[in-house]
């Protein structure tokens, strides 16, 4: 089992900057790729970034390439996420998930691990 554990949300203003945290517990090695999923409130829940443990290969959404960036802390187990420029649009809670296989992907239901979530507001 591993227990992911988000924090970092919050409300802000539109063309401010949030860090979202992500810590990992448990059987952390078996979490071989991590990603970011986020759901806004009446849409589906929607890809948002994903990191390999064993290339570091990162992967984004169109709607967010260029503005966020997924990092991680292997000492920590930690998985980070970035958010700059922030918009309207981007509100919605955001979940940590983690795949227990090696192969990317950007598919909620090849994620095996979630977090509870953590709520990000950003104002007009």
């Known amino acids: 089992q591993v227990q992911l554990v988000e924090s970092g949300g919050g409300l802000v203003q539109a063309g401010e900057s949030l860090r979202l945290s992500c810590s990992a517990s448990?059987?952390?090695?078996?979490?071989?790729?991590m990603g970011w999923f986020r759901q806004a409130p009446g849409k589906e829940r929607e890809f948002v970034a994903a990191?390999?443990?064993?290339?570091?290969?990162?992967y984004y959404a169109d709607s967010v390439k260029g503005r966020f960036t997924i990092s991680r802390d292997s000492a920590k187990n930690t998985v980070y996420l970035q958010m700059n420029s922030l918009k309207p649009e981007d509100t919605a809670v955001y979940y940590c998930a983690a795949r227990t296989t090696i192969w990317s992907s950007r598919q909620e239901n090849d994620f095996a691990y979630w977090g509870q979530g953590t709520q990000v507001t950003v104002s007009s």
């Open positions: 990191i390999s443990r064993i290339t570091d290969g990162t």
């Open positions: 448990g059987r952390t090695y078996s979490s071989y790729f």
